[in-house]
């Protein structure tokens, strides 16, 4: 076991890539000034999203010179939520850093990360507080920033940063699917962990496209609902879906003695339209509530991975 603790290193970096070789180089050299003149142990981690072009070829020329490099390949494009996840498993430093293969992020600010997790903080998410990015994607990036913290309660500023740093244990105890690594302040708040924020420096893209578009767009808001929901229901779907459904099975039943009271007092109510409605509402009471008794049966937490990997270096 002493072995072992000496061997792993402090500090983990998980990388993202798709369509990156002109910046995979870059990065590497930037990352490894940086990291070494921290004379801490590291691994830099690469996971190569299903990339069309040379980004795969980049990653393996420094695995082979460097073998604190390593890369996981995806079999395609599964998105950046599966890389992190599967990022996440691999990782062993006592420290995890997330950062896009851009050269947007930018490696000096490494260390102000970890002298913010030293303060006591167990994720630490950064601030691109003058983005370099077009207005088309800073504008519903404030908007959808502004609207998860209002529905979430987590006070960051910049939920969607791809820089970020957290303690070991806390990449291991979150499940991120979909868009959700939007989220993951408020998936890690959520679990109990202590957030903090770092404003940082960010550059302008050099090489390569953005993968940002509309659909991305909304699937994040769709993914802000699956959020706010799993924060305060995945334990006991029964308390929502069981909440509106008693409130349409109380509708109908109220309408029900209605109908029935004026039907005692010689008001016919076969050719009703509120008969129809009174069932109606009874009906989706009993559907919600079973609902809600089957989300209780279904530990969100048993999802498994939705990705494939065609091999690791």
Not at 227 to 254: D, E, N, S
Request: glycine share 8%; with cysteine.
């Amino acid at each position: 076991m002493e072995t072992e603790s000496k061997s792993r290193p402090y500090i983990s970096l998980v990388i993202p890539a798709y369509n990156e070789e002109k910046n995979i180089p870059l990065l590497y050299e930037k990352l490894k000034k940086v990291l070494d003149a921290l004379k801490k142990d590291y691994e830099i981690i690469f996971i190569d999203d299903g990339s069309k072009d040379s980004t795969v070829n980049e990653i393996i020329k420094l695995n082979k010179k460097d073998r604190k490099v390593r890369l996981i390949q995806f079999q395609r494009n599964f998105g950046k939520a599966a890389a992190l996840s599967a990022g996440f498993s691999e990782a062993s430093g006592d420290i995890v850093f997330t950062m896009d293969a851009d050269l947007q992020d930018d490696p000096e600010e490494i260390p102000n990360f970890i002298n913010k997790i030293n303060q006591g903080y167990d994720m630490v998410s950064g601030w691109k507080i003058r983005r370099k990015d077009p207005i088309s994607k800073t504008i519903p990036s404030k908007f959808f920033n502004w609207l998860t913290s209002l529905t979430t309660g987590v006070k960051v500023h910049d939920s969607n940063c791809g820089f970020k740093a957290y303690k070991k244990e806390v990449v291991k105890n979150i499940n991120i699917y979909g868009e959700l690594h939007r989220y993951i302040p408020a998936i890690a708040y959520w679990k109990g962990y202590k957030i903090g924020e770092v404003k940082v420096v960010h550059h302008a893209r050099k090489f390569g496209k953005s993968k940002y578009g509309v659909e991305r767009l909304m699937k994040g808001f769709f993914d802000l609902i699956t959020v706010k929901f799993l924060t305060r229901y995945a334990k006991r779907p029964l308390h929502l879906f069981g909440f509106l459904g008693v409130l349409c099975f109380l509708v109908g039943f109220i309408t029900g003695i209605y109908l029935v009271a004026g039907w005692f007092n010689g008001i016919g109510i076969g050719n009703r339209p509120l008969l129809m409605l009174c069932v109606l509402f009874i009906v989706t009471g009993i559907q919600l509530i079973s609902i809600g008794l089957l989300g209780e049966m279904i530990n969100s937490s048993s999802r498994k991975d939705d990705y494939v990997v065609k091999k690791k270096y």
